[in-house]
């Protein structure tokens, strides 16, 4: 079955022919993109690219999404003093589930928030809180993001290094933590204030 595919900017198959478009940043600068695979037999993933063909971009991206659709995973729902986070994980394509409107809409509804943010920071792992959360849930979301992101980079598994505020299932900017420091937080305030 083929499957949308979550990859960073700085994914080798973007300078060959893999049929990709940019989710986060710009054609010129993109920061995350989708490509599209499936699993092989021995359970790697094969890319779409120009040379093995599709058909229509519309078809492939209809079909790749339709799959993601039904592909299942849950959210489990982590308390620290008071505050709600969400953690999706175990499974290849649980940070694509980002992709789908309906999961996210799950989320928002989990964590009665408007607006979220969300960490994908490697294939498998799916973080989510109210943007609007406490200190001690953005602190736990932030050092969580961070850890699984550079553990991520020493086996080439990352995907995106920054935070991501959803609003409605769609993307409303990104921002960055750095090493969780001080400061973070105060990004993560100005943000919410406009």
Not at 11 to 33: C, E, F, K, T
Request: charged residues 25%; hydrophobic residues 40%.
């Amino acid at each position: 079955m083929l499957f949308p595919v979550l990859k960073p900017a700085t994914w080798a198959g973007l300078h060959s022919d893999a049929r990709v478009h940019v989710w986060i940043g710009s054609p010129r600068q993109p920061s995350v993109v989708v490509a599209y695979a499936w699993h092989d037999a021995d359970e790697r993933l094969r890319y779409v690219t120009t040379a093995n063909g599709y058909g229509r971009s519309d078809d492939l991206v209809r079909e790749a999404f339709h799959n993601l659709e039904h592909y299942t995973t849950e959210f489990e729902l982590v308390e620290a003093d008071g505050d709600r986070m969400l953690v999706s994980a175990g499974k290849p394509l649980t940070a694509e589930r980002v992709l789908c409107e309906s999961h996210m809409q799950t989320a928002h509804e989990k964590l009665d928030a408007d607006e979220l943010v969300v960490a994908v920071p490697h294939r498998g792992l799916l973080l989510a809180c109210a943007r609007d959360g406490g200190e001690q849930v953005r602190r736990t979301m932030a050092a969580l993001h961070r850890e699984a992101y550079d553990e991520a980079v020493t086996t080439g598994d990352e995907i995106f290094d920054q935070l991501i505020v959803l609003r409605e299932g769609a993307v409303a900017e990104t921002f960055g933590v750095g090493r969780v420091g001080g400061d973070y937080l105060e990004r993560w305030d100005r943000g919410i204030s406009g």
